[in-house]
């Protein structure tokens, strides 16, 4: 391994472990960051290890957890009794979230959106207050689950590099 080379890892590791750092600030794209790592040290080596094939496992898992990103936190509050109303609520929330309130407002946004539109759908604040939280177990059980692909993939591509 050349000069050359561990130093495209390194970048490509940089970018990977950013890409980790968006599964707890939603405003990085987690898993296609590290998607993007490995595709990048793909092109720049010829494929010779980090292979097609393994780039399209790569990108069925981002696939993966994009699709588990944005149905989490609207399964988890389903799951908790929401309604219509919630859903609405936790979609409008994360739009507000991410203009007024950054990478916390796309946490917070969704759990307060959830709460807010089910009361406004007749909802009282128990059943509300317990769809709310249904929405923030989903955006956990989603972190959770893209943290664990994250840690594969990366785990793989510096098994794929180095073994």
Same mark, same amino acid.
Do not use: C, D, P
């Given at each position: /391994?050349?000069?050359?080379? $561990?130093?495209?890892?390194?970048? &490509?590791l940089v970018i990977m472990i950013v890409g980790m750092a968006g599964i707890v600030i939603p405003i990085i794209p987690s898993i296609p960051l590290v998607w993007l790592g490995a595709f990048l040290?793909?092109?720049?080596?010829?494929?010779? #290890?980090?292979?097609?094939? *393994?780039?399209? +496992?790569?990108? =069925?898992l981002t696939i993966f &957890?994009? *699709?588990?990103?944005? =149905?989490?936190?609207?399964? @988890?509050?389903?799951?908790?009794?929401?309604? #219509?109303?919630? +859903?609405?609520g936790s979609v409008v929330g994360t739009g507000v979230g991410f203009y007024m309130g950054g990478p916390l407002g796309l946490i917070l946004g969704p759990v307060v959106g959830t709460v807010i539109f089910e009361i406004i759908g007749g909802k009282g604040y128990k059943g509300a207050l317990k769809?709310?939280?249904?929405?923030?177990?989903?955006?956990?059980?989603?972190? =959770?689950? #893209? =943290?664990? $692909? @994250? +840690?594969? /993939?990366? &785990?793989?591509? +510096?098994w794929k590099v180095f073994g």
């Open positions: /391994m050349g000069i050359w080379e $561990i130093v495209l890892f390194a970048i &490509s040290y793909a092109v720049f080596t010829h494929f010779e #290890k980090v292979t097609w094939m *393994v780039l399209l +496992i790569f990108a =069925l &957890s994009i *699709v588990l990103e944005n =149905l989490g936190n609207v399964y @988890g509050a389903k799951r908790f009794g929401a309604t #219509k109303w919630g +859903i609405l769809s709310g939280l249904g929405n923030f177990v989903g955006f956990l059980g989603g972190s =959770l689950v #893209k =943290l664990l $692909i @994250g +840690i594969s /993939m990366i &785990s793989l591509f +510096i």
